[in-house]
C-alpha cells in the first residue's frame, strides 16, 4: 500500500457465525464464501486507498485470514474475544497505537471504491476538536439508512472510543464524534440483509462478489458493473 498516512483497522467474525441475517441470500453451504467475497472487495478498495498507510484486519478466523494476507493486509487475532467493539478498539488502539491517525470500517462493503474512501479520510482529517460542543476530533460516516456506522476515525491522540451495534450513528453523534456527510455510495451501503445485497449487486459490486455472483449462475443480478479484479 502506498501512502505514510492512515492505518485502517477492519474486524471479522468468524466467517461460519457472520451475517446472520444475510443468510438464505445463497445456498447455506455458501454463506461462508459470500461474506469472505464481501471481505475480500472491502479489503482491497481499502489497500488500493492511497491515504491507508497499513491495514490491520482482526480476526481469528484462518480463512479470513489467509484471504486479507494476500490483499497485503496485517492480520492480528481477536485478543479481546469479546465483540466486534473490543475488537476495534484492540485494533485501533492498542495494535497500531494512539500516536497514529486510526479508522475502523465495516467488513462488507463490497461496492466500495478508493476515491470514496479516500475522500471521506480527507473529510474526516478536518474535523476539529470543539470542546464547546463536546467534539473531541473523531468523526464517523453513518452507513445509508442513517442509523448505522460504516467507518469511524480518531485522530493522534484520541481513542477511537467506538459505539457500533443497533443505533450507532447516533450513539457515535453523542459521544463527540462529527458525522461526516458525504454521498460515497460504495462506502455507506453496508450489507445486512437479501436487499442490501441487490443493491450492492446494482451499483457494482467488487470482483470478488461478482466472481462468487456469476459462480453462482446469478450474473443477470449485477446490473452494475463490476470492479476489476487487482
Same mark, same amino acid.
Given at each position: 500500500m502506498a501512502g505514510t498516512g492512515w492505518a485502517a483497522v477492519i474486524p471479522v467474525k468468524r466467517l461460519g457465525m457472520a451475517k446472520s441475517r444475510l443468510r438464505g441470500a445463497v445456498a447455506p453451504a455458501r454463506h461462508a464464501e459470500l461474506a469472505l467475497a464481501m471481505l475480500s472487495d472491502t479489503v482491497a478498495a481499502v489497500c488500493d486507498t492511497p491515504a491507508v498507510a497499513e491495514l490491520v484486519v482482526v480476526t481469528d478466523d484462518p480463512a479470513a485470514a489467509d484471504a486479507v494476507a494476500a490483499l497485503g493486509a496485517r492480520v492480528v487475532p481477536d485478543g479481546p474475544a469479546a465483540g466486534l467493539n473490543p475488537a476495534m478498539r484492540h485494533g485501533a488502539d492498542v495494535v497500531v497505537g494512539l500516536s497514529r491517525p486510526r479508522?475502523?470500517?465495516?467488513?462488507?462493503?463490497?461496492? $466500495?471504491? *478508493?476515491?470514496?474512501?479516500?475522500?471521506?479520510? !480527507? +473529510?474526516? /482529517?478536518?474535523?476539529? #476538536?470543539?470542546?464547546? =460542543? @463536546?467534539?473531541?476530533?473523531?468523526?464517523?460516516?453513518?452507513?445509508?439508512?442513517?442509523?448505522?456506522?460504516?467507518?469511524?476515525?480518531?485522530?493522534?491522540?484520541?481513542? $477511537?472510543? *467506538?459505539?457500533?451495534?443497533?443505533?450507532?450513528? !447516533? +450513539?457515535? /453523534?453523542?459521544?463527540? #464524534?462529527?458525522?461526516? =456527510? @458525504?454521498?460515497?455510495?460504495?462506502?455507506?451501503?453496508?450489507?445486512?440483509?437479501?436487499?442490501?445485497?441487490?443493491?450492492?449487486?446494482?451499483?457494482?459490486?467488487?470482483?470478488?462478489?461478482?466472481?462468487?455472483?456469476?459462480?453462482?449462475?446469478?450474473?443477470?443480478?449485477?446490473?452494475?458493473?463490476?470492479?476489476? =479484479?487487482?
Open positions: 479508522v475502523v470500517l465495516a467488513g462488507d462493503l463490497p461496492a $466500495l471504491r *478508493p476515491d470514496e474512501l479516500a475522500a471521506a479520510l !480527507h +473529510a474526516a /482529517a478536518g474535523a476539529p #476538536a470543539d470542546d464547546a =460542543a @463536546g467534539r473531541d476530533g473523531r468523526a464517523f460516516v453513518p452507513d445509508v439508512a442513517g442509523t448505522g456506522t460504516v467507518l469511524l476515525a480518531a485522530p493522534p491522540g484520541v481513542p $477511537l472510543a *467506538p459505539r457500533f451495534g443497533p443505533g450507532s450513528a !447516533h +450513539a457515535h /453523534a453523542a459521544s463527540g #464524534a462529527r458525522l461526516l =456527510a @458525504g454521498a460515497w455510495p460504495g462506502l455507506r451501503q453496508d450489507v445486512d440483509t437479501p436487499a442490501d445485497l441487490r443493491a450492492v449487486l446494482a451499483m457494482g459490486a467488487g470482483a470478488y462478489t461478482c466472481a462468487l455472483w456469476r459462480d453462482l449462475g446469478q450474473v443477470a443480478d449485477c446490473a452494475g458493473p463490476c470492479v476489476p =479484479a487487482r
